[in-house]
């Protein structure tokens, strides 16, 4: 197995961190490695708001049901899916923007899945532990608020970045079986696959 594909394999979430800071520099590698990542129709709907420890992230903590990682992760990003800046680019050559389409919510949506994977695998290669943060979504509109989002942003989830103070087994996966398929959806077999990887899972 190569490097890259081990590092892959090794990722489980952290969610206690030291006190270790992460040189600006670092995040900002990471980040552009985030931007590297495919975008949808090169769109590039992701903006990333980087929050610095005290009371506007124990906020953010408290909105995110109260999960403590989130105000003591070295650092804070919340990944925002942002059409806004389609919006600015529209208004600079004097047109419309056509706005409200599902289509533009699933894209961009995803431009920001794919942009923070990246970033979690660049900072995960260089020895960090990482914790997206979905509940951030809990109470959507007050994080708006806090982090002052314009129309057309909104937050898709936080990531907590640091060096770990735990080391956590990998979580097992569902069995390959089921999760890839060939030419069509055949689920024959997969019952037994999932009864068994219950099993394993409980064990875990
Ligand atoms: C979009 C997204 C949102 C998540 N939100 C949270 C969260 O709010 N709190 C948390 O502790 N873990 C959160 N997680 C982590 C998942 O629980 C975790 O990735 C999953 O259980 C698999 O475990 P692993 O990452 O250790 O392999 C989230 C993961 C993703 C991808």
């Known amino acids: 197995m190569n490097e890259t594909l081990a590092l ?4 489980r ?3 206690k961190f030291t006190d270790e800071t992460i040189p600006q520099e670092k995040l900002e590698q990471w980040i552009q490695a985030g931007q590297a990542a495919a975008t949808s129709s090169f769109i590039q709907a992701c903006t990333v708001i980087q929050v610095g420890q005290g009371e506007q992230r124990d906020t953010l903590a408290h909105l995110a049901a109260d999960q403590k990682y989130v105000s003591e992760a070295p650092v804070f990003l919340v990944f925002c899916a942002d059409m806004n800046r389609h919006k600015v680019a529209c208004e600079l050559h004097d047109s419309e923007m056509h706005k409200g389409y599902t289509e533009q919510f699933l894209t961009a949506s995803l431009d920001v899945g794919l942009f923070a994977q990246n970033v979690v695998t660049a900072a995960e290669s260089e020895g960090m532990g990482i914790c997206y943060i ?13 982090l002052e989002l314009p129309e057309l942003v909104y937050p898709v989830f936080g990531l907590c970045i640091g060096k770990p103070a735990q080391n ?10 089921v999760v890839l398929k060939q030419n069509t ?20």
């Open 8 to 11: 892959l394999q090794s990722h």
């Open 13 to 15: 979430s952290i969610r």
């Open 134 to 146: 979905g509940a951030l979504r809990n109470n959507i509109e007050a994080v708006a608020d806090l």
């Open 185 to 204: 959806y055949s689920s024959e077999g997969d019952k037994t696959a999932l009864a068994d990887y219950d099993e394993h899972i409980q064990n875990y």
């Open 168 to 177: 956590p087994e990998v979580k097992p996966r569902l069995p390959l079986s």
